[in-house]
């Protein structure tokens, strides 16, 4: 007892100050390790090993939901959507962000160009074009000509007498024959074949002028863009064509947006006369039977008045004769 005393108090505490004067010493002995008991040195519960060990395998302990989170730690926010802005195209509502904004103003840049340079090429072009279309008609002409004066000129077909007097003559003509022949039939294919093209044109340029007239239609009279307006409208204009003499075929065939726009304005003023009431023609103020009262005119009846006096020389006749004086 008395060496354990000294060991841990006087002779101890000179230990424990040669430790720190001396940098590579040590507070603990290796012969007595110091133990922390839960009281001194820790806060765990004594039983959560326990507590541990009676959890169930493959229970997890349920923790309550985080936000998401990157690698570095920080909370994952949801980027903000993009500002729409709602424009009116072709008469429907489209919502358009910021981003295609500037994206479609690109594209429409891009087609503007395009759009120009395919009508520069186009206006370049049209001269080639009226070229080609007058080489085109001399050679539809000269086809038919051709074809003519092939026929004209073909020789008649070698007598086959000649087989056994001048084979070689009956030879030689048999092949002039046929290759005469193979030409006039030749310009009578081309020829047809001409005909059939300038044909499929004129229909392919007739449709086309007419999808333009109706266009163009449609420019001039807004109100037929309606179905029903546009048919009762040349219902009307086929009522007042008649009217002039013309019939439903000559009407059919008007191609020009021009004149159906002057047909439909006589139509409509043409109805809107028939509908005006017609004026009362006045005939003037009635002449009064003679002998009456109104046919009398005051200088008329001044000048009996006068007479009268002259007669009578009363004071009433007089007095009337001035009346009719004032």
Avoid: C
Wanted: proline share 7%; no cysteine.
């Amino acid at each position: 007892m008395a060496d354990t005393a000294a060991a841990t108090g006087f002779e101890g505490s000179v230990a424990s100050i040669a430790a720190l004067l001396d940098p590579s010493g040590d507070l603990r002995t290796p012969e007595t390790p110091t133990e922390q008991s839960p009281e001194e040195g820790t806060l765990a519960d004594p039983n959560a090993e326990e507590t541990a060990e009676a959890k169930p395998e493959g229970e997890v302990e349920a923790t309550a939901e985080e936000p998401a989170t990157d690698d570095e730690g920080a909370t994952q926010e949801e980027p903000p959507k993009p500002a729409a802005i709602t424009v009116e195209l072709d008469g429907t509502k489209v919502e358009l962000t910021a981003e295609e904004i500037p994206k479609g103003y690109l594209r429409q840049q891009d087609y503007s160009r395009k759009t120009a340079a395919l009508a520069e090429e186009k206006k370049a072009f049209e001269p080639i074009r009226e070229q080609v279309n007058q080489e085109r008609a001399v050679y539809a002409q000269l086809i038919p000509a051709l074809r003519q004066q092939l026929q004209v000129t073909l020789p008649q077909k070698p007598d086959p007498a000649l087989i056994d007097t001048d084979f070689q003559t009956y030879v030689r003509q048999d092949a002039a024959y046929r290759e005469h022949l193979e030409k006039l039939q030749a310009a009578q294919f081309e020829e047809n074949r001409v005909k059939a093209q300038q044909s499929t044109e004129q229909q392919a340029q007739s449709q086309k002028e007419l999808e333009e007239g109706r266009t163009k239609v449609l420019e001039l009279i807004p109100d037929w863009k309606e179905p029903a307006k546009r048919t009762a409208g040349r219902a009307q204009i086929l009522d007042y064509a008649k009217t002039l003499g013309a019939t439903e075929e000559e009407v059919s065939q008007v191609r020009d947006p021009r004149i159906v726009k002057a047909l439909w304005d006589a139509s409509k003023y043409r109805l809107l006369m028939s509908r005006q009431q017609k004026p009362v023609v006045s005939k003037g103020p009635q002449a009064a039977p003679a002998g009456s009262a109104a046919s009398a005119s005051p200088r008329s009846e001044f000048t009996r008045a006068k007479q009268r006096l002259a007669q009578t020389g009363r004071l009433d006749d007089a007095a009337a004769v001035l009346k009719g004086l004032l």
